[in-house]
């Protein structure tokens, strides 16, 4: 999780969130928008990280994020989802996730926030991934297949970190 050999201080900026999320996580610090523009400030180095004030867009401006006068208020609901017990982890990290990519809630960071986010639900239940490179990549609004995908994916790599783990014990 880092851009440090490409742009070195952006490297250091993603860092210290990923240190504050994790700071955040032991504290059992509930996932709402405030505390994402905690991280978010500290990713992109800036004092003041506004909800975004009008639609976004992605991928080249093929696709779009309409802003409603409900976006924030639907955005907040879902965070609070990730913490739904009767949802699988993976689950519920992965839909983080994507709720952060399309939502776009920030003008600039998004993805960034959004693998901070996967981490950190992850992460309040005592799970800390070894790996992220299989993340990294691009997921599309209206693919629900993928999706799932996301969701599988993220329940491999807990798996895999386990089994490291417990082989490194051992």
Partial sequence: MG????DP??????LAALAQSRADASRGRPLTWALLAEWQRLVLGMTEVPFRQGDAFAKGGRERYALTPHTRRDFEDCLR???DPG???A???ARAYLDVA???????GNARLAMLTLGYVLELEG???????PLQTTRYADDAVGAADLASLVSVLV????????????
């Fill in 102 to 108: 399309f939502f776009h809630p920030f003008p600039d």
């Fill in 91 to 93: 689950s519920r990290a």
């Fill in 87 to 89: 949802v699988p982890l």
């Fill in 3 to 6: 851009d440090r050999r490409s």
């Fill in 159 to 170: 798996r895999s970190t386990h089994h490291r783990a417990t082989r490194a014990r051992h």
């Fill in 127 to 133: 799970v800390r991934l070894d790996q992220v490179g």
């Fill in 9 to 14: 201080a952006r490297g250091d900026r993603l």
């Fill in 81 to 83: 989802e990730s913490a």
